[in-house]
């Protein structure tokens, strides 16, 4: 089962390393392991497979960060990009229908496809602050179709879905039976819904490597209705057994600090998120769509230059960005705003000037 | 793309806690972490993805496992069965043939034939100490046959495949370029070959969870030719990105250690060997092909029982054992050998017990 190219995640790959300013990373700035945890305490965890399906207490504190929902609605994963696959590869099959959001994550376009699904894309632009608009996307769904697929907070664009623009969706997802799948890893879950609380379809997940910072622990969930978790842990024992009793104890130190990591995170975001405002008043070939939420938005620029060659020439300052041809959608660079304030100020100032000697 | 439940595992996840007496774990008895890393040497670890195809010094000291080949060819994975997952989803297409091995590890069958695959089994038989036939499995190679997929040692049975067994079948899968693939997650390096050493086609997976005792690090690899790796790591992108440096970390330090590690694991299992022959020699209602390598073997049983219901029964009493129907054949325990010795040898002496008071 073939699948192309993921191109957001290779060139994170090819060219993280060479960043001096990453402005372009989905993470907030990583936490360093002794702020997380007292060594201490792990030194009798015994390193057998821990509970298969996810340990209680973690499963336990996950399922505060929602509204609703009990630790039977809850599995976890190896980082929220597993957990949607697992969430992907266990409910769809061929020839099901799928519809989704561009510009997006790849991995909602590609997975489908490899398993033989039907995606239909809804577009979004910069002028409906890149949300999808709902009533097309609605009309869209048919008798095949078995999921609905988001990502809310969306990469690249930080585009917000609040309640109210998913109300009509929800409305028919559940008179349809569809599965709403929204894939909430840049959630800050003391502020936005997640639809696994608002529809009997959805299905969240989530993870800590984004809002908390904690990429490095490799740790993720899905929550959905009971049918769908213990669907999806029937794959698990072909994909991964259990996420381990180190990685679990983690996780759980993380989320007993949830507050204090989520607002490390607000904070960052909000000072770069203003160094960013001002950038643009001072830089008029550039506009943003600022996010409400989210860790990332989608930075446009009126010149003409291929995005994946602009890119490349910022590189060569160490000015790093994810061109938006990555996400099929030129005149674009994926800003993150979770990264290092002064690392994030100076990179811009270094990108001011880039564009005045090669640009005007 | 459903598939059917995992037996064993599932049979495991359900009684593994009612265990008194675990006679047939697979892993040898887990280390703590204490006796595996410094926990101070962590502190300073940044929790962001780490090296996304693995951490090179930690794939330096994997590639030291095998004879040949450079960290080129090998990436990681959160523990052996991904690893798996990840070379049968990379490489198999719908149609392909697929040839493997029963009794034999249920993941094997049942993901390519999730695929659209055609499955070819080999059954295996205890006279034949649970080897196949190589000439018949030889014989069943045919022009659209993608790959041999071999479990060695195998679980259940405990079989061995030698490099004199695999001669025919390595040169015949080079000669008409199919590959095989071999789950190696219960090999001593020390003593057995890989495929990935001896067969240009070979493609080998391992792990820390077995024969190391550290199934709670969820570390794992795929060793294969680097065309092969780097079709893996697309797929990657789309199910785990990286390991994670907490992971890549503490694999390094068992890798460092493998000497203790491993040998504590053989002096585990010669102990719990010796005491199954004797119990073998004073209960003739029972029979073993002891392996000559791995952590298992097949107890089989000369009396009339559903080995489901044996199971069920022994674990009345707190012996656990997972039922040949697990592995569809009857007749059967799962045996793991690289338990607390003396509780393997109380749990067998609760075995007998049980048997003269059941079955005389």
């Known amino acids: 089962m073939r699948l192309p190219d993921f191109k957001v995640e290779q060139w994170m790959t090819q060219y993280e390393g060479q960043a001096r300013y990453n402005l372009t990373d989905t993470c907030v700035q990583a936490v360093p392991f002794h702020q997380l945890a007292d060594v201490h305490e792990m030194k009798d965890i015994v390193l057998d497979y821990g509970c298969?399906?996810?340990?209680?207490?973690?499963?336990?504190?996950?399922?505060?960060?929602?509204?609703?929902?009990?630790?039977?609605?809850?599995?976890?994963?190896?980082?929220?990009?597993?957990?949607?696959e697992l969430v992907m590869m266990t409910l769809l099959e061929k020839g099901d229908h799928v519809i989704t959001v561009v510009p997006g994550?790849?991995?909602?376009?590609?997975?489908?496809?490899?398993?033989?699904?039907?995606?239909t894309l809804v577009q979004t632009e910069e002028a409906n602050q890149w949300k999808p608009d709902m009533r097309t996307l609605c009309s869209l769904i048919r008798q095949e179709t078995k999921m609905v697929i988001l990502n809310n907070p969306c990469n690249p664009t930080g585009a917000l879905l609040e309640e109210e623009d998913l109300k009509e969706l929800i409305a028919l997802c559940e008179t349809k039976g569809v599965y709403l799948f929204c894939d909430e890893v840049y959630r800050d879950p003391r502020i936005q819904p997640s639809v696994s609380d608002l529809c009997s379809m959805g299905i969240s997940t989530g993870s800590l490597s984004k809002s908390f910072g904690l990429a490095g622990l490799r740790y993720g969930w899905v929550k959905g209705p009971e049918h769908v978790i213990d669907q999806i842990n029937i794959r698990?024992?072909?994909?991964?057994?259990?996420?381990?009793?180190?990685?679990?104890f983690l996780a759980r130190k993380a989320l007993e600090q949830k507050e204090e990591l989520l607002q490390r995170g607000q904070d960052l975001i909000a000072q770069n998120k203003k160094t960013l405002e001002q950038w643009c008043q001072n830089n008029p070939l550039f506009h943003v769509c600022l996010p409400q939420a989210g860790t990332v938005c989608f930075l446009g620029y009126d010149f003409e230059y291929p995005s994946t060659q602009l890119a490349l020439d910022l590189m060569?300052?160490?000015?790093?960005?994810?061109?938006?041809?990555?996400?099929?959608?030129?005149?674009?660079?994926?800003?993150?705003?979770?990264?290092?304030?002064?690392?994030?100020?100076?990179?811009?100032?270094?990108?001011?000037?880039?564009?005045?000697?090669?640009?005007?």
């Open 236 to 248: 698990r024992d072909y994909a991964m057994v259990s996420t381990g009793p180190v990685a679990d």
């Open 105 to 119: 994550y790849q991995q909602f376009v590609d997975i489908p496809k490899s398993i033989g699904c039907d995606v």
């Open 316 to 360: 060569q300052e160490g000015i790093f960005f994810v061109p938006g041809d990555c996400f099929d959608t030129p005149g674009y660079l994926r800003m993150g705003l979770g990264q290092d304030a002064q690392q994030t100020k100076v990179g811009l100032e270094r990108l001011s000037q880039w564009v005045q000697a090669h640009i005007g």
């Open 52 to 84: 298969i399906t996810g340990d209680e207490e973690t499963k336990t504190l996950i399922a505060q960060l929602y509204t609703k929902g009990s630790i039977q609605q809850i599995t976890t994963a190896h980082g929220c990009l597993e957990a949607n």
